[in-house]
């Protein structure tokens, strides 16, 4: 007795096309997702040009900004010279470091890792610590000494993660443990100099090591912006390998991914971004942390979608906790350090809590 199919001969393909077009609405509200996050980013970096301590209307300054001559001449200083670099390099040390957290992240499978938690941020305080305190430095030049110091030891102790992913094959959580031994280690070097320090280079290095973009001008954002632009291309061609690699390195693997080659590069880019942004700007911590699980919470896994998120996310965080350090204490900035710590610490606790109960 012959038993007749009850599917009919064209659902398979029906069911293909249903999944399609399910797929395509997914992608298509992801990309409107990023578009608005590319939004708020531009209304976080106008807000941030809009505050400050100087008399300048928020029309003032989008006459300013688009017919400069109809300022007068203190103003335009104001504007071109003081709000504009801070605006723009907000935005470029959050999306850089959001980036950077993003990737590694995804590399070493942890989601509670970033520049800041693995010890970068307290090797670049070291390196600008050696330059405040003993006036030592890997160049000559007195206005670069201080960033340059700062960049050489951040990007010395990620390729020190580098090396150490090379060698003998050592696992991502190897690699995490690593990274907080540099970071202890730099703290307690950059403590012993400040105990030998004299009052006014304490002073510089403990407002260094809070983070601030005081001291953002064209050359220092020209310099961010190209390590950005060169960094991200190379980290979306890389997506679809980063999203696998997120299912696992086995699975990864099995897909014909060179897990090794992957890491490999990523550290470079995380070397790179993190040590620039940190060079210029001093410690801001938690931005790597919280602008990719934000993200993820947004739109998902794909990183695709997920690092243009990130990126978008970290650069719309720090342009508000620019606002906030000009806002919070009337005539006073507050170091943006500060602000990011306080709107990270919680999230960083919220994920270990999570993360001790297998939620993520």
């Known amino acids: 007795m012959q038993i007749e199919s009850t599917t009919p001969a064209n659902a398979e393909p029906d069911i293909i096309h249903m999944r399609w077009t399910q797929h395509r609405r997914i992608v298509r509200r992801r990309s409107w997702t990023v578009a608005l996050l590319a939004l708020l980013a531009l209304v976080a970096a106008l807000i941030d040009l809009f505050s400050g301590s100087a008399a300048l209307s928020p029309l003032q300054v989008v006459h300013g900004l688009w017919s400069p001559d109809s300022l007068t001449v203190p103003m335009q200083v104001v504007l071109w010279q003081v709000r504009l670099p801070v605006a723009l390099m907000a935005l470029l040390v959050g999306g850089a470091l959001a980036l950077a957290g993003t990737e590694m992240q995804t590399i070493l499978n942890n989601p509670l890792a970033e520049p800041f938690t693995l010890g970068v941020s307290s090797s670049a305080a070291l390196g600008a610590a050696l330059a405040i305190v003993l006036d030592w430095g ?74 601030s973009l005081a ?29 696998a690699l997120r ?60 690092l243009p998120a990130s990126v978008l996310i970290g650069a719309a965080l720090v342009a508000l906790a620019s606002v906030a350090s000009k806002t919070l204490i ?25 993360r001790s109960r297998g939620q993520i």
């Not at 907080?180 to 304490?202: D, K, N, P, T």
Request: avoid cysteine; charged fraction near 10%; proline fraction near 3%.
């Open 215 to 243: 001291r953002a001008d064209w050359h220092s954002v020209a310099i961010l912006a190209t390590v950005l632009a060169v960094t991200l291309p190379f980290s979306w061609r890389a997506s679809s390998q980063l999203t």
């Open 138 to 211: 890997v160049i000559g030049s007195a206005a670069w000494l201080v960033p340059a110091n700062a960049f050489v030891f951040a990007l010395v102790s990620l390729m020190l993660l580098q090396f150490l992913a090379q060698w003998r094959g050592a696992q991502a959580q190897t690699l995490v443990l690593f990274g907080i031994a540099i970071g202890f280690s730099a703290h307690a070097l950059l403590s012993l100099l400040q105990f030998m320090a004299s009052e006014e280079a304490l002073q510089q290095l403990v407002f260094w090591s809070m983070g």
């Open 330 to 354: 009337p005539g006073i900035t507050v170091p943006i350090g500060i602000v990011t710590a306080l709107v990270g610490l919680p999230v960083f606790m919220a994920l270990i809590l999570r």
């Open 247 to 306: 299912l696992g390195e086995e699975r990864a693997r099995s897909f014909g991914i060179n897990v090794t080659t992957l890491r490999h590069w990523a550290l470079v880019r995380i070397s790179l971004l993190a040590a620039t942004a940190v060079a210029f700007v001093g410690t801001v911590g938690f931005v790597g942390l919280v602008a990719p699980h934000v993200a993820r919470m947004i739109v998902g896994d794909g990183h695709r979608h997920l």
